[in-house]
T-cell receptor, first 112, second 115 residues
Framework: DAKTTQPTSMDCAEGRAANLPCNHSTISGNEYVYWYRQIHSQGPQYIIHGLKNNETNEMASLIITEDRKSSTLILPHATLRDTAVYYC?????????????FGGGTRLMVKP | DAGITQSPRHKVTETGTPVTLRCHQTENHRYMYWYRQDPGHGLRLIHYSYGVKDTDKGEVSDGYSVSRSKTEDFLLTLESATSSQTSVYFCATDDSGTGGVETQYFGPGTRLLVL
C-alpha cells in the first residue's frame, strides 16, 4: 500500500471549514483513499473514502486531485468535538479484507 | 457503532504472566482484527481473522496469539507479557464480503500496562 504524508498538526476556528491535506504520490490505480479520525481515548472512526471522484457524506467531503497524488479532507463547519487526530490511509481491497496501517496523522485542534 | 465491546478495558499485569484480551461483536461481521497503538506509531496490525478458526499474522505478531472459535469473539493472548507490550489494544470488525472497498469499525480499546 502507498505511503501517505500529512502535516503533524493544524488549528481551525470553530464554525470554519477545516481542510486537512494528505500526500500519496505513490498511489496505484486500484488503491482507495480512506480517512479516519481518533478522538482522545477512543477507537478510530471511519469518516469517508474515495477512489478518484470527489465524495461527500454527512461528516465530510473528500477532494482527490486529478492525478490522485494528493487529497484534502474538508470538515465544512468544524466544531469543538471535531478535535481529533485525522489519519489518511491508502489501501486496496483484498481477499483478507483491508488491513489499516495508520501513520502519525494530523492533530486537528478546533478552537473557540 | 458495530456493537463491539472489549474486555477488560484496563489491565495492569506483571512481566512474564499470560494475558488474554477479549473482543466481542454483535454484528456477525466476518473479519476481525487486533491492533496496538503506541505513541508515534499509529495503529499496527497484530493479527486478523477472516472467519471462525481462520487467522493470520499482521505486522507485529511476535509474542501474540489469537483464537476465534465463534464468529462473535476474537481473543488476543500475550503468552508471556513483556514491558514492550504495554500499549492500547484495539479490536476492529469489518463487514466486507470477498474483498473490495469496505470500512472497519473499532472497539473502545484496552489499556494494558505491563510492569
Amino acid at each position: 500500500d502507498a505511503k501517505t504524508t500529512q502535516p503533524t498538526s493544524m488549528d481551525c476556528a470553530e464554525g470554519r471549514a477545516a481542510n486537512l491535506p494528505c500526500n500519496h504520490s505513490t498511489i496505484s490505480g486500484n488503491e482507495y483513499v480512506y480517512w479516519y479520525r481518533q478522538i482522545h481515548s477512543q477507537g478510530p472512526q471511519y469518516i469517508i473514502h474515495g477512489l478518484k471522484n470527489n465524495e461527500t457524506n454527512e461528516m465530510a467531503s473528500l477532494i482527490i486531485t486529478e492525478d490522485r497524488k494528493s487529497s484534502t479532507l474538508i470538515l465544512p463547519h468544524a466544531t469543538l468535538r471535531d478535535t481529533a487526530v485525522y489519519y489518511c490511509i491508502v489501501l486496496s481491497g483484498g481477499w483478507a479484507g483491508n488491513m489499516l496501517t495508520f501513520g502519525g496523522g494530523t492533530r486537528l485542534m478546533v478552537k473557540p | 457503532d458495530a456493537g463491539i465491546t472489549q474486555s477488560p478495558r484496563h489491565k495492569v499485569t506483571e512481566t512474564g504472566t499470560p494475558v488474554t484480551l477479549r473482543c466481542h461483536q454483535t454484528e456477525n461481521h466476518r473479519y476481525m482484527y487486533w491492533y496496538r497503538q503506541d505513541p508515534g506509531h499509529g495503529l499496527r496490525l497484530i493479527h486478523y481473522s477472516y472467519g471462525v478458526k481462520d487467522t493470520d499474522k499482521g505486522e507485529v505478531s511476535d509474542g501474540y496469539s489469537v483464537s476465534r472459535s465463534k464468529t462473535e469473539d476474537f481473543l488476543l493472548t500475550l503468552e508471556s507479557a513483556t514491558s514492550s507490550q504495554t500499549s492500547v489494544y484495539f479490536c476492529a470488525t469489518d463487514d466486507s464480503g470477498t474483498g473490495g472497498v469496505e470500512t472497519q469499525y473499532f472497539g473502545p480499546g484496552t489499556r494494558l500496562l505491563v510492569l
